[in-house]
């Protein structure tokens, strides 16, 4: 991976994928009952895990949070973000903060994007784009599905990444963020996850699939009784374009306030760049 950025006329996949880039340069209804039902059996427990979307659809939205942990110079630097996401409407907002540069530069602002079926909107993002201008990208040109490309996963694609679930063992009780859950380890397929995935979700898992090192995705995932999501961790692997070295990078998704109102205005034609992008 590389600091320096190539100029691209549309600004897209480019500036997303400057987000890790410079960091890693520069440093069914599911009761309580049911959960229960699973926790003795494998089987029983992957199904339940690849149900985890779906209930986050039922549940409607909630908050999140989010980090993003990577080896970069030999120093594990994390990325930070926060906001909401509306799971039947598929969009998401989050504030997402880059670690500041060791040597002592200014902080850098936070980075708003906004989660849509297909896109990544960022604003803030710098490398020449002014300031009151959004980026678009495709995600489904991005080799990774926007699971790490923009600094952050997207929440419902990290639950999606279950639906690939293929072991899983259940570990027990424990607790998040003062919410009683049950503790899963186990293993996803992104091929498999792809081919269970929403429509709008199948093309950037897809995507993941061929563009990570290993389609295998080692997870820990925390589910309250009623079967939402409430917290999981990835693991995700991929080539270092730059070294043609795999590269670890480690996801962890919370969500919390569950039903909380979650408001997304994707910004007008006119507010989207279309200029050249700046080297990083």
């Not at 997402?96 to 604003?123: C, N, S, W, Y």
């Not at 995935?197 to 950037?204: L, M, N």
């Amino acid at each position: 991976m590389t600091r320096r950025q190539r100029r691209h006329r549309t600004g897209g996949a480019v500036v997303a994928a400057g987000i890790v880039a410079c960091v890693c340069a520069g440093t069914g209804g599911c009761s309580g009952s049911d959960a229960v039902a699973g926790d003795a059996r494998t089987g029983a427990s992957v199904a339940l895990l690849r149900r985890a979307a779906d209930r986050l659809v039922d549940a409607g939205s909630s908050k999140a949070r989010t980090s993003m942990e990577m080896a970069a110079g030999g120093t594990r630097v994390t990325i930070r973000g926060e906001g909401g996401y509306d799971y039947r409407r598929r969009l998401g907002q989050l504030k997402v903060l880059l670690p500041q540069d060791p040597a002592g530069a200014d902080p850098h602002r936070p980075i708003t994007e906004l989660l849509a079926p297909g896109a990544l909107f960022m604003k803030n993002r710098g490398a020449g784009v002014p300031a009151d201008k959004w980026v678009r990208v495709d995600t489904g040109t991005l080799s990774d599905g926007n699971l790490v490309t923009g600094g952050a996963t997207d929440p419902f694609a990290a639950a999606e990444v279950l639906r690939g679930t293929r072991t899983a063992t259940y570990l027990g009780r424990t607790e998040v963020a003062g919410t009683e859950v049950r503790h899963y380890r186990g293993t996803a397929d992104l091929g498999q996850a792809a081919q269970a995935a929403s429509a709008a979700g199948k093309g950037p898992l897809e995507a993941a699939a061929k563009g990570f090192a290993t389609a295998d995705v080692p997870f820990d995932a925390y589910l309250d009784d009623q079967g939402r999501l409430r917290k999981v961790r990835h693991r995700f692997s991929f080539v270092n374009g730059r070294h043609g070295k795999p590269v670890a990078v480690a996801s962890t998704t919370v969500l919390y306030d569950f039903g909380a109102p979650v408001r997304v205005r994707l910004p007008a034609a006119g507010d989207i760049y279309a200029g050249r992008i700046a080297e990083d």
